[in-house]
């Protein structure tokens, strides 16, 4: 399928960081491929630095590609604000608003790379003719809502969404490394943070999870820790929103020898940059280090790395044969994440460093 040059495609994926992250490949394989195009997106207000520094402009308007490197416009949509609080007049005007700009934007297509009820609402906000989705979305019934559905064959994430992507055009394409913008005070920050420790290799640690479910226990955490600070890395621990409990107990099990930080997003991916390493269960800072290029061990449960795991770079995941595909949201972690233990990732990790060291 041929699209004229000014080409405008909206991209429709509001969150999370991690599906933020695996759909970013596949727009970075359509920016390459189509230069030309006209790109927005419409994401979560919180995730914007996934996609554009703060103070960075549309490419229309003062672009910088290391600020913005893959759309030309971003649209908000605080949806969970709106789910809170659906007959507030405040949510009334954000969706109309929102629908304003989407209508302004003159768009060709729309690509929902989220398949849920919900993006593929705001998708036909748009009022394009053309609506993409995937002929099976996470929530079935937002099929319904696209004008083209796309049976995907790969197994993971990452290529599923290629996939959709090369429907646009009718192109074959393939996941590539993806774009992220690099955000100047975030990198000077990350460079004062870790002047210390010139000269080691630095591991990111992130012992949060989304669910009980996916948390394997930060004492064993604290064990792997010791054993990396034993071997003569600095290791810093992720702090996410609520997970200061967890960074203390490692710090305390490691007297101080590792350090917990808890900046903002910018910060991370810059932090991430750095790192000869990361050591983390199915979250957002693990594909953001996968999507950075940099070494990952995943410590896998109940999601299927087949379909949510590391992906792009050099990688070891350790799940048990016992554990099975379950995203239900159960407190306690699952039986088989529990048999997996920190003498195993740090074979891992062993290996990993092994081979960062030697490039």
């Known amino acids: 399928m041929q699209t004229q040059s000014k080409f405008r495609l909206l991209i429709v994926r509001l969150g999370a960081m991690g599906d933020i992250l695996h759909a970013l490949p596949a727009v970075t394989a359509l920016r390459m491929a189509h230069p030309e195009w006209v790109i927005g997106w419409v994401v979560e207000p919180r995730w914007q630095v996934l996609l554009a520094s703060p103070g960075s ?47 302004a934007g003159e768009y060709d297509t ?66 590539v490394q993806p774009l992220l913008p690099i955000e100047m005070a975030g990198e000077a920050w990350a460079d004062e943070l870790l002047a210390p420790y010139a000269g080691c290799p630095k591991v990111l640690i992130n012992p949060g999870a989304g669910w009980g479910a996916k948390r394997w226990p930060v004492e064993r955490y604290a064990a792997v820790v010791q054993g990396l600070v034993e071997r003569g890395c600095q290791v810093i621990v992720n702090v996410g929103p609520g997970e200061e409990p967890l960074a203390e107990v490692i710090v305390k099990q490691t007297r101080g020898a590792a350090i917990s930080v808890a900046g ?64 239900t949201r159960y407190e306690a972690p699952e039986a088989g994440l ?17 081979g960062e060291a030697a490039q």
């Open 264 to 327: 903002h997003l910018g910060h991370l991916i810059a932090l991430t940059r750095r790192m000869a390493l990361a050591i983390a269960g199915d979250t957002g800072p693990l594909h953001l280090a996968c999507a950075l290029g940099r070494p990952v061990v995943g410590i896998y449960g109940p999601t299927d790395p087949s379909r949510n795991g590391p992906y792009g770079t050099r990688f070891k995941v350790l799940r048990s044969h016992e554990s099975r595909r379950d995203h």
């Open 338 to 354: 529990l048999t997996i233990q920190p003498e195993e990732v740090l074979r891992a990790a062993d290996e990993l460093l092994a």
């Open 57 to 103: 402009a549309g490419r229309d308007t003062g672009y910088s590609p290391s600020l913005q490197p893959l759309v030309d416009r971003l649209h908000f949509a605080p949806t969970k604000d709106w789910r809170r609080q659906p007959l507030a007049g405040e949510t009334f005007h954000g969706i109309s608003g929102l629908r304003q700009a989407l209508r």
């Open 110 to 175: 729309v690509l929902d790379l989220q398949g849920a009820i919900r993006s593929a609402m705001v998708g036909r906000l748009a009022g394009c003719r053309r609506v993409i989705g995937e002929a099976e979305p996470r929530e079935r019934a937002a099929r319904w809502l696209f004008t083209e559905r796309v049976v995907t064959h790969g197994a993971h994430v990452i290529e599923q969404d290629v996939e959709l992507a090369s429907a646009v055009a009718g192109d074959d394409l393939k996941p």
